[in-house]
């Protein structure tokens, strides 16, 4: 049994508030959006998709792992793969649990996963996604398919993956962060409520 205890929700909140309104300016990648802008657009997004608190929240805080990393603003320019699905995945784990931290984790390997079995899908990449893929492992191999597909949360983060896609548009809508307080208060407290919290580490991505 875990020993990990999640945070007060006001403290996580002050947290997630401190990384969006200081580290969140920058653009996301090439496009013409800000990381913020990118994370209440997804989040809006997954919300208009009907889906439940825990994927709003996956999709608001999916690119976290860019804003708490230290290798700069856009370092796939540089050649550099940052691992912003797991570094943001570890954060989330101990405040939302798997069901949000391994859908994040899994939003990279779903690219792949997309561009490998939708035709089309590589097409309407941005250049910088398409930059990336490079660094992330391109296109799977069958085994990693099979791989993929054996993951608990691969669906939920292929729908995550389409949403990401989409959330690019300066002219779209711009929700505030504090828009979403109410599924990040209702998935954080969901996983509080669970008896026990998974202590393993996070599986390695496929
Ligand atoms: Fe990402
Ligand atoms: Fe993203």
Redesign the pocket.
């Known amino acids: 049994m875990s020993t990990v205890h999640p945070a007060p929700v006001t403290t996580l909140l002050n947290e997630l508030l401190d990384i969006y309104d200081g580290r969140a300016h920058g653009r996301?990648g090439l496009s013409q959006v800000t990381q913020r802008l990118?994370?209440v657009q997804?989040a809006a997004l997954a919300r208009q998709r009907g889906l439940p608190a825990h994927l709003i929240v996956a999709a608001l805080l999916?690119?976290i792992g860019h804003m708490i990393h230290t290798l700069g603003e856009h370092p796939a320019a540089a050649g550099i793969d940052d691992h912003h699905e797991d570094v943001g995945a570890e954060w989330l784990l101990p405040h939302f649990g798997p069901a949000v931290a391994e859908t994040v984790r899994l939003?990279v390997a779903a690219k792949r996963y997309l561009c490998t079995t939708q035709p089309g899908y590589a097409d309407r990449l941005s250049r910088d996604s398409v930059e990336s893929l490079a660094l992330q492992g391109g296109p799977m191999s069958a085994v990693q398919i099979r791989a993929f597909e054996a993951q608990p949360f691969w669906q939920d983060a292929v729908a995550l993956r389409r949403i990401?896609d989409a959330?690019k548009d300066p002219d779209g809508p711009a929700p505030t962060f504090v828009d979403f307080l109410q599924e990040i208060n209702i998935a954080a407290a969901g996983y509080a409520c669970q008896p026990a919290h998974p202590s393993a580490p996070l599986s390695k991505t496929v």
């Open positions: 996301y990118h994370a997804s999916h690119d939003h990401d959330a």
